[in-house]
């Protein structure tokens, strides 16, 4: 068993790019036939960006994996192997049994900010997502897994980001007009084999933003 919370993760891809992988192991080592692969994850999609949704559920249908989309994990009996899961839509639960379970853990925002007068309700900071300057505090800047910037956690969105608030953050010691806007963009390298992958790349408006001359959904 696989899982994936209901919170946000750093890098929204990684819960599932080690499940591929497991998954091509067992293939390689003949122990395929003898695993129940399951991906147990509080996300509605595969993905939150079509392109690449489409592709993903392809993967793990053909390749046999059991997903159940909106189930967050709950409980663990160590002991028996036993895993309990909430099915966010009904609020019921169910448990499975597993031999193996890998589990990607909640997180959230670091207590120094989340008590702070620079969260918002989330405990995040509080940024205009473009910008990247704080609502309430114009000398006050944040980006990456501290922010509220509705994006993914990713290097890829931090490398982005830094330019903007380095620049407005200098137009602002200079009393100067903010010019410089970041768009969402980020990207989540999703391995899902020992040799295939896909590069997703979008922004703020789950639209894809490639990089490469090619289909980068494609495997």
């Known amino acids: 068993i696989f899982t994936h919370p209901n919170t ?3 890098c929204g891809g990684a819960p599932m790019k080690i499940m591929f992988l497991a998954e ?3 293939r390689k080592h003949n122990m395929r036939n003898q695993a129940n692969v399951i991906f147990e994850t509080a996300k ?3 993905f939150e960006v079509d392109k690449y949704k489409k592709p993903l559920e392809r993967i793990v249908e053909e390749r046999g994996i059991n997903v159940d989309y909106q189930h967050h994990l709950i409980a663990i009996d160590g002991e ?3 895993a309990t899961f909430e099915n966010l839509q009904t609020g019921e639960t169910k448990t499975l049994d597993y031999e193996m379970l890998h589990v ?3 997180m959230g925002p670091l207590d120094v900010v989340k008590n702070s007068a620079l969260a918002d309700d989330a405990g995040w900071v509080d940024i205009d997502p473009t910008t990247m300057q704080h609502k309430t505090y114009n000398n006050v800047f944040s980006l990456g897994d501290a922010s509220n910037s509705p994006t993914s956690k990713t290097g890829a969105a ?3 980001q830094a330019p903007v608030v380095v620049n407005n953050l200098l137009q602002v010691m200079n ?3 903010l010019t410089h806007h970041y768009d969402g963009y980020t990207s989540c390298p999703i391995v899902t084999s020992y040799n295939t992958m896909m590069l997703a790349e979008f922004d703020y408006n789950k639209k894809p933003r490639e990089t490469m001359p090619f ?3 494609k495997e």
């Open 175 to 177: 009393q100067e007009m």
């Open 215 to 217: 289909n980068q959904a």
């Open 158 to 160: 931090i490398r982005k």
């Open 104 to 106: 990607t853990p909640p």
């Open 44 to 46: 509605p999609a595969m």
């Open 24 to 26: 091509d192991y067992f």
């Open 80 to 82: 028996q192997r036993k």
């Open 8 to 10: 946000a993760v750093k």
